[in-house]
């Protein structure tokens, strides 16, 4: 597999979404189709909010975190104060809710943010825990995506955030197509995510560095699978 893939370095397997300014994978992008008939069929609107993200788009999002140009916050999506926090301290804030430039599932093209387009303007959209449940707004969508991916999987989409697994947060929102995203994550090796680190204009990378097993492990590759 080419790792520019797996870095969010090129953008040659993506297409666009119909309607959309989204890249998605080529190979997704009947089968999402055909999951959003469904859900249309059942009354939601299965609407994207974030796709493919390259490489420069991540980092910049992680440097912005890491020199608290960008708002930080907790498990309960409350806001930490980042003058308080130390080095390491910011790092995992950060890892809870962001992925490493290099690292991000939605450099494939294979992950997808959801919402539901009847409930929510893209402009509301937060992606928060509270938008996907009880009486949130998208809560009712994704209530119908679980029974979905239980009954008959769901054209092969699942949700690798779905629970709290000491690494990223649970993101309810975060949906992924498993035949393509499995073989992504079987083919990231090791190496491959500490030479992404040395190379990269990240901020924090010491701090990274030393704890590049427990990243790798933690954040990375623990997810759940279908
Ligand atoms: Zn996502």
């Known amino acids: 597999m080419n790792v520019d893939i797996l870095l969010g370095k090129t953008t040659e397997h993506l297409v666009p979404l119909p309607g959309t300014k989204f890249l998605i994978h080529k190979l997704m992008l009947q089968d999402f189709l055909l999951l959003q008939k469904e859900a249309k069929e059942e009354g939601f609107d299965l609407q994207v909010i974030s796709a493919f993200r390259d490489y420069e788009r991540q980092l910049k999002i992680w440097n912005l975190k890491a020199s608290g140009q960008r708002q930080l916050i907790d498990d309960q999506e409350r806001p930490l104060e980042f003058s308080k926090l130390s080095p390491l301290e910011v790092m995992f804030a950060i890892l809870r809710w962001s992925a490493l430039p290099g690292c991000s599932r939605h450099h494939w093209g294979t992950d997808i943010d959801v919402y539901d387009g009847n409930t929510q303007t893209p402009e509301e959209v937060k992606l928060v825990p509270s938008e996907t449940i009880g009486e949130g707004p998208s809560a009712r969508l994704h209530d119908w995506l679980d029974s979905r991916m239980s009954t008959n999987n769901a054209f092969g989409f699942y949700r690798p955030y779905a629970t709290d697994r000491g690494g990223v947060s649970p993101e309810r929102w975060h949906i992924s197509y498993h035949p393509l995203s499995r073989r ?15 190379e990269s204009d990240i901020l924090l990378k010491e701090q990274l560095l030393e704890n590049a097993d427990e990243i790798f492990q933690r954040y990375f590759l623990n997810v759940d699978l279908p």
Not at 184 to 198: G, H
């Open 184 to 198: 992504c994550l079987d083919n990231f090796t090791f190496s491959l995510f500490k030479r992404n680190l040395e």
